[in-house]
């Protein structure tokens, strides 16, 4: 008690001493302060997969279809699109007097460029490229319409024009300032308009009020890059940012114990499961995996390291993900239904089960040692084989070298099961390195030729179902995605993939 | 005497050379540029290729290290793998950052250190100068990060006083420099107290107290300067330590400095940001050196014919 009140006492003198200096706070009337943790180093839309890129920029750029925050499809600056030519051509329809932040015009011309760029020799350095492949070329028919030549059948296409590679970007001023200025200085048709940037520090943007979805209520959107999320939530709580996008699990209740803040869970992209090894070890048998997977208690993982931020999954999507079936259950926790199933495969007591992981993951170190909690109750002999991100995604994958279990971990901004369902289950992807099923393939690569969307999302449910019946995987938990917000910010749409879109969005 | 700081000189290129080569050799060990920056996403293999031919990785290692190093001599240290921001652009941002930082963690060492210091040996063997060792002993003990975060948790949470991060104003040094100071300040205690009495047992002590001088005058006139020289060097080769160990510290208060530069290099396998952070952090060093060496053989000359 005394040694607090003197710590008080000495904190108010060092207070008063420096009270003239702690003038700057963030929280100016009409300015919003976003934490995100990674620089992507340029603005341009083709040269990140960071999605603190999107963060930030989903407001500058506008794509030609719009998702918000629910998730749905919308028109952006295409206002309409039919499918012609059996399907081998999309012809968009382009909303008229937009312009872009400086000033140019949006027309076919800029849509044709976008693409052009994306597609050939710039986009080439970058990781978008390989999203669009799908699409040959852009063809202008008019000022106001475009038709996109397919190369092959893109069911995912439409969600993908929303966001990312496909923003759509000005061409005069690339072309008269050159790439290096347009990755500092980004120019889009957004409700937001660049001011500054400083690189590692922040990104300043201001509202554009000729935007055509109407002007945004903020005045000015700071984005600030702080890479440890006990700093964000220091930041959160000082008051000096408004929404905090990095809160490990453990830190949720930090947040919500303080007065002035809100945590908001939402259901997030994120998915993960443990991939059993079909090709070696007790995982070879489809019962034991099933064993596995039922001798696991996930509500109690999701409960005890998730803190409840977090849903059981019974395949590797979200429920917001195209191709989600309500109707397939996860097998139920039953261990002694689990233990009798080992027996009838003729699995030995103390038969090994290694778990490799991303050891850097600190929530999935949690999880893991709770997995071979139960695996060990099962009496099998679990153990935990930490690597370093890179060795395992580049090299203990790929190229077949796990042990009996391990971590995957995917959150595809798509949403849809496709992409995710494709590369985990193809023969031949670096993602699954045991298993070559010519039925699973067959169902994989049928879907990705229908654009009818019920026969696709039939397809995709029949695919889930399948994995689920082979027991490939055991499905942990569909994280959710978290935000520390200031209770001073109104109208905050909170979106599952932080790809923000602060028009609506005040500050009091 | 040219002879000599040719030959230090000449261990100086040779030090730069085998850090820059190890540096870019251990950081190819693990790890693709290419898919960080991908993200994980739904990519082939021959986009992975056309990524690491635009960012020249597909040429062999002896290629990509002596075009650093040409790079290096003309002071262009190529361009980040993340966005193509040039190196120097980043460096010149960073470097600044932290020498500030360091400079003012030095600062706060030697303003708390000295007059403990003196103190403590003045006092020897008394319980001051044990309180004093204790908390050096407390000191050395504690993890820089935690006393961070303390600091944050009472100066910005509680009190709200300092920004908990970032680099805007004088208040924002206030709590990495004596994050960083008061781990010095451990060590530095005790080296004063060491050398205060070692000083104070020399007989131009006694005659000056014989004299009549005042006591402070003895100490920080007489004693105080002739332990000084001992000080001084260890001091400056403490600083090249230093900006080894702000790393840690940066990153707590989100410092935009070499530390938190040359960590993101790393995590994100950006080559040419983290060869160019630490190709500087390491001519800072062996510059310190080199001057400390320089001076010890003006100082002595046995040491010039080693």
């Known amino acids: ?508 | 005497m040219a002879g000599f700081i040719l030959k230090r000189l000449l261990q100086a290129v040779f030090v730069i050379l085998a850090v820059t080569l190890i540096v870019a050799f251990a950081i190819r060990l693990s790890g693709d540029p290419a898919v960080m920056l991908a993200g994980g996403s739904n990519i082939t293999e021959k986009d992975l290729q056309n990524i690491r031919q635009a960012l020249g990785l597909e040429r062999p290692f002896y290629v990509q290290y002596l075009d650093f190093l040409r790079g290096v001599l003309v002071g262009d240290f190529g361009r980040s793998f993340m966005g193509g921001t040039p190196v120097s652009l980043l460096i010149s941002k960073a470097l600044p950052a932290t020498l500030l930082l360091a400079f003012a963690s030095l600062l706060i060492s030697i303003v708390l250190s000295v007059p403990l210091g003196v103190y403590a040996a003045v006092q020897r063997g008394r319980w001051p100068d044990q309180l004093i060792r204790i908390l050096s002993l407390v000191g050395l003990s504690f993890p820089n990060f935690w006393l961070a975060i303390m600091l944050v948790l009472f100066f910005s949470i509680t009190l709200g006083i300092l920004p908990p991060s970032g680099m805007e104003g004088p208040e924002s040094f206030v709590m990495p420099a004596l994050t960083m100071g008061i781990i010095l300040t451990a060590t530095n205690v005790r080296l004063v107290r060491t050398s205060m009495l070692e000083t104070l047992s020399q007989q131009y002590i006694m005659v000056a107290r014989s004299k009549g001088l005042k006591d402070w005058v003895v100490l920080y006139k007489h004693a105080l300067r002739n332990s000084a020289i001992p000080l001084v060097t260890y001091i400056g080769l403490q600083f090249g330590s230093l900006i080894g160990g702000i790393v840690i510290v940066e990153r707590v208060f989100n410092w935009p400095g070499m530390g938190t530069l040359a960590f993101d290099a790393i995590s994100a396998r950006d080559y040419p940001v983290l060869q160019g952070s630490i190709t500087v952090l390491a001519l800072f060093i062996v510059l310190i050196n080199l001057l400390v060496d320089i001076a010890y053989g003006l100082i002595d000359p046995r040491i010039r014919t080693e």
């Open chain 1, 1 to 508: 008690m005394k040694v607090s009140t003197t710590l008080r006492a000495l904190g108010f003198t060092v207070a008063a001493a420096l009270a003239p200096l702690a003038a700057s706070q963030a929280q100016a009337a009409g300015t919003l302060t976003t934490a995100i943790a990674l620089d992507p180093g340029s603005w341009d839309p083709i040269d990140t997969f960071v999605v603190d890129w999107s963060s930030a920029a989903n407001n500058i750029f506008d794509g030609l279809t719009a998702r918000g925050a629910d998730m749905k499809l919308k028109p952006g600056l295409a206002t309409s699109w039919e499918f012609l030519d059996n399907n081998s051509r999309i012809r968009f329809k382009l909303r008229e007097n937009v312009k872009f932040h400086n000033g140019e015009p949006f027309n076919a011309e800029a849509v044709k460029f976008t693409f052009d760029r994306l597609l050939g020799d710039e986009g080439k350095k970058g990781p978008q490229q390989s999203n669009y492949t799908s699409i040959d070329h852009v063809e202008v028919v008019d000022a106001n319409t475009v038709d996109f030549i397919m190369k092959q059948p893109d069911p995912v296409l439409l969600t993908k024009l929303a966001g990312y590679g496909a923003m759509i970007v000005p061409p005069q001023y690339i072309k008269e300032k050159g790439d290096d200025y347009f990755n500092s200085h980004p120019v889009g048709t957004g409700p937001f308009k660049f001011v500054s940037y400083e690189p590692k520090v922040s990104l300043t943007l201001e509202a554009f009020p000729e935007h055509w979805g109407g002007a945004p209520k903020l005045d000015k959107l700071v984005f600030r890059m702080i890479a440890e999320a006990n700093t964000q939530i220091a930041e959160l709580q000082a008051g000096r940012i408004d929404v905090a996008t990095l809160i490990p699990f453990g830190l949720a209740p930090t947040v919500e114990k303080d007065p002035k803040l809100s945590l908001i869970s939402i259901t997030g992209p994120t998915v993960v499961a443990l991939r059993l090894n079909t090709k070696n070890g007790i995982t070879k048998d489809v019962n034991v995996r099933k064993a596995l997977i039922m001798g696991i208690d996930r509500d109690a993982i999701i409960k005890a390291v998730l803190l409840g931020h977090g849903k059981p999954i019974a395949s590797f999507q979200a429920d917001l993900s195209f191709g989600y079936d309500p109707n397939l259950k996860p097998l139920p926790f039953d261990l002694a239904k689990a233990k009798q199933m080992l027996q009838q495969a003729g699995v030995q007591a103390g038969a090994p089960v290694k778990i490799d992981f991303r050891g850097n993951d600190a929530t999935f170190r949690e999880v893991a040692q709770a997995a071979a909690g139960f695996l060990q109750a099962l009496g099998l002999k679990a153990s935990l084989q930490p690597y370093e991100t890179p060795v395992l995604l580049n090299d203990i994958i790929p190229n077949g070298k796990t042990d009996e279990a391990w971590h995957n971990a995917w959150g595809g901004w798509t949403f849809d099961y496709d992409n995710t369902a494709y590369l985990m289950y193809h023969s031949g992807e670096k993602w699954n390195p045991y298993d070559k099923d010519p039925k699973l393939d067959a169902m994989l690569e049928k879907q990705r030729s229908i654009y009818d969307v019920k026969e696709r999302e039939k397809i995709l449910q029949e695919i889930a179902r399948y994995v689920a019946d082979q027991a490939l995987e055991i499905p942990l938990y569909n994280q959710n995605t978290i935000y520390g917000v200031n209770k001073r910010v109104k109208n905050f749409d909170a979106p599952a993939d932080r790809r923000f879109r602060f028009t609506e969005t005040s500050v009091e």
